[in-house]
């Protein structure tokens, strides 16, 4: 893994959601290569343990900024981007399908609002060479075809999953009407370091884990037999920055995932055997 990421320079990141599980590991790793980066989020699902980890990681006392702010808010995001940045990886979102059901409005202000505002102010700042935004494998919604190509999507069925593909729209337009060069990167099912367990919306992965820990038994929904494409975060920081510091990609979209499915039930199984 990132055998492929080479940094021709130091270049400036903004990443967004920079203290969310993703966002986290992305800042690391460039920070690690003593990269530039202009970290934001809201904590509204970030962790500031998180942005403790960041600060302690090598290069980060010259290298990294932090701002605290909502990307929903137009005027944070101008300022925001009245600077000099490279490259931007959009990683802030509110996920959840649950969540979007009980609340539709607060996904789209957090989701569709903020993205909206990232996107304008992305295309107005001369220096920005790309930006590459994390869209979510829920857009195929109803889609039942097992292996998901990018140009067959189906219909969404949750605010969510629509929140993300406004998202894909409005970057497909502003590539259009403003010549912004992106990436949308449709993640499935991402697990690794710094994933969070807390809260009423675990992920599968990390829920079950907390569950495990805490003698609590493990909660499936229906038989088990379902299956996921379980995708460790080294591979989306990979097509993160690959995405960006490609010249050849100025208007794609792509499936993360891990390449292969597994069953709850020998998800479940895989978990006895390591704990």
């Known amino acids: 893994m990132f055998k492929n990421l080479k940094f021709k320079q130091k270049y400036t990141w903004l990443v967004t959601g920079s203290c969310g599980f993703i966002g986290t590991n992305i800042v690391k790793y460039l920070l690690e290569h003593n990269q530039k980066v202009i970290g934001v989020d809201n904590f509204l699902t970030g962790s500031r343990k998180n942005l403790l980890i960041i600060k302690k990681i090598k290069y980060s006392s010259k290298n990294f900024i932090f701002l605290k702010g909502d990307l929903s808010k137009e005027l944070f ?18 996920g959840s399908v649950p969540r979007s059901v009980k609340d539709p409005f607060n996904t789209n202000r957090n989701n569709v609002n903020a993205s909206l505002n990232l ?3 992305s295309s107005k700042n001369k220096y920005v060479q790309k930006l590459v935004f994390a869209s979510s494998g829920s857009v195929y919604g109803d889609n039942l075809d097992k292996l998901k190509n990018e140009k067959k999507i189906g219909n969404q069925l949750s605010p969510y999953a629509a929140s993300k593909r406004i998202v894909e729209i409005y970057a497909e337009t502003f590539n259009r009407c403003y010549g912004l060069k992106y990436v949308s990167l449709r993640y499935f099912n991402v ?22 820990l805490t003698n609590k038994k493990i909660i499936v929904f229906g038989n088990g ?21 490609n010249n050849k990609l100025v208007k794609d979209t792509f499936n993360i995932s891990g390449g292969r499915s597994i069953s709850l039930n020998n998800l479940i199984r895989i978990f006895k055997k390591i704990f």
């Open 77 to 94: 995001v101008k300022k925001l981007l009245n600077r000099k940045v490279d490259y931007v990886l959009h990683q802030a979102a509110l």
């Open 119 to 121: 996107f304008y102010y």
């Open 191 to 212: 697990f690794g370091p710094h994933q969070s367990n807390k809260g009423a919306y675990p992920t599968v992965i990390s829920g079950w884990i907390k569950n495990i």
């Open 225 to 245: 037999s379902q299956t996921r494409d379980f995708c460790h975060v080294d591979r989306i920081i990979e097509a993160n920055i690959f995405c960006a510091v």
